[in-house]
T-cell receptor
Framework: DAGVIQSPRHEVTEMGQEVTLRCKPI?????LFWYRQTMMRGLELLIY????????DSGMPEDRFSAKMPNASFSTLKIQPSEPRDSAVYFC??????????????FGPGTRLTVL | AQKVTQAQTEISVVEKEDVTLDCVYE???????LFWYKQPPSGELVFLIR??????QNEISGRYSWNFQKSTSSFNFTITASQVVDSAVYFC?????????????FGGGTRLMVKP
């Protein structure tokens, strides 16, 4: 089975440019999460969706960040304009709700973003 | 508010030694889930185990074992006879049962280095 797919794996851009990160969750999963990982702040949850609807975006750092999930198999995280402090690894994860409770999240390989 | 503390930021052992990674959590909920993830040098996050708050049985999976103690709010992870391939950053995480979904709060991670 395919896991969570993220693209691109690496992105280098210049300050001020728009950056779009993409994620395809595991088929059948109804939750999708976007995380950011930095040395200083560790793993931070940015936003998550349930059945394509954003549930909690309180972790989105500022208005320059936006996320969408137009359908069950695709989500984007956009940064416009990008700044050097946005440099990080961005992970997408998905999980499935179940009668047994809360299930583990499966993570994609991450996108390493460098903003010069 | 929920919180996960991994006090050991870095541990170095020699191959074949046993090592225990500590995890202490805080939550007001009586129902919650605890997780361990492994992040090898390649960067992906790999799910290792999930435990719910009503199940305090210790679990063993090969060289891995987990000790969940509700009385001390701890969920420690032991690797027996460590191997070089165990070198990674290990994250403990907590998910509270709430109306908003299965969000994870991660600890800061423990970097384990196993030397040959």
């Amino acid at each position: 089975d395919a896991g969570v797919i993220q693209s691109p794996r690496h992105e280098v851009t210049e300050m001020g440019q728009e950056v779009t990160l993409r994620c395809k969750p595991i088929s059948g999963h109804d939750y999708l999460f976007w995380y950011r990982q930095t040395m200083m702040r560790g793993l931070e949850l940015l936003i998550y969706f349930n059945n394509n609807v954003p549930i909690d975006d309180s972790g989105m750092p500022e208005d320059r960040f936006s996320a969408k999930m137009p359908n069950a198999s695709f989500s984007t995280l956009k940064i416009q304009p990008s700044e050097p402090r946005d440099s990080a690894v961005y992970f997408c994860a998905s999980s499935v709700s179940g009668t047994s409770g809360y299930n583990e999240q499966f993570f994609g390989p991450g996108t390493r973003l460098t903003v010069l | 508010a929920q919180k996960v503390t991994q006090a050991q930021t870095e541990i170095s052992v020699v191959e074949k030694e046993d090592v225990t990674l500590d995890c202490v959590y805080e939550t007001r909920d009586t129902t919650y889930y605890l997780f361990w993830y492994k992040q090898p040098p390649s960067g992906e996050l790999v799910f290792l185990i999930r435990r719910n708050s009503f199940d305090e049985q210790n679990e063993i999976s090969g060289r891995y074992s987990w000790n969940f103690q509700k009385s001390t709010s701890s969920f420690n992870f032991t690797i027996t006879a460590s191997q070089v391939v165990d070198s990674a950053v290990y994250f403990c995480a907590l998910s509270e049962v709430n109306n908003a979904g299965n969000m994870l709060t991660f600890g800061g991670g423990t970097r384990l280095m196993v030397k040959p």
